[in-house]
């Protein structure tokens, strides 16, 4: 019963067991103390921003609607992966039940497919306030941004409801050890002791589907952006035009750079090592990384920060 998670022809569930981010490392302390500094950053500036947005009525724009969103599913993305590490690393116990793993995959599958589809969704609102700038209140209208955004979450959660459950009903006899901090879908496979090739294959047409739609979306975006910027005589206002979409693009290039590696390159590029790297890099610094990007660039946002600032002492004189 100590080796296989599933048990062919019998129907018991063994926990699974989560090797972790630093199995072998000679300060497990210290990088959790690290990591957790990191969720609590992560949490708080995406908090934070989402605040801002709702509390100052200058921010109430679809651009930054659609980055609530954002922040809201850099939320949820590292609390689906990083407590139950960090609870892991303090009390020793590396197990997760076959259920908790399901439910981390799926929430896992989901925000990272909704991400993929906003992201599309911010690029076409830059495309339509840049080229269409008179018709960007009927293009972009709070009607159209609320289908936008619930249909991200809808495609994001298509995937998780396509991939966790025929993930999950594999029989898993090989180990019950995943080399990895979560339960991400190409670590869990590695464990069956069935053929998975024709499900990989499949899963591959469907990541590169889940990426080629907002990557076309994107380019197409940004193709029309340039050409539109080109024509802007003054210099001024192509360097605003550029600005306002300098800080969508370094996340594009963050989280689809790391996205294509892991679920676009073959396998034989992928190793245990390589994957928990580039998964810690888009679980973790990108839901640290992406408020940041989005407030110290954006002076919108940088100067709501200050009038928030300056309320605040102003509202305890006068409880004083």
Known sequence: MDNPTWMPNRTAWVDFILVGLFPRSRHPALLCLVLFGMLLMALSGNALLILLIRANTRLHTPMYFLISQLSLMDMVYISTTVPKMLMDQVTGENRISAPECGVQMFLYLTVVGSEFFLLAAMSYDR???????????????????????????????????????????????????????????????????????????????????????????????????????LRINSAEGRKKALATCSSHMSVVLLFYGAAVYTYMLPSSYHTPKKDMVVSVFYTILTPVLNPLIYSLRNKDVTEALKKMRSVRPAFHDMVK
């Open 127 to 229: 495309y339509v306030a840049i080229c269409h700038p008179l018709r960007y209140p009927i293009l972009m209208s709070h009607r159209v941004c609320l289908l936008l955004a619930s249909g991200c979450w809808f495609l994001g959660s298509v995937d998780g409801f396509m991939l966790t459950p025929v993930t999950m009903t594999f029989p898993f006899c090989r180990s019950r050890e995943i080399h990895h901090f979560f339960c991400e879908v190409p670590a869990v496979m590695k464990l069956s002791c069935s053929d998975t090739s024709l499900y990989e294959v499949l899963m591959y047409l469907c990541c590169v589907l889940m990426l080629l739609i907002p990557v076309t979306v994107i380019s197409s975006s940004y193709t029309c952006i340039l050409l539109t910027v």
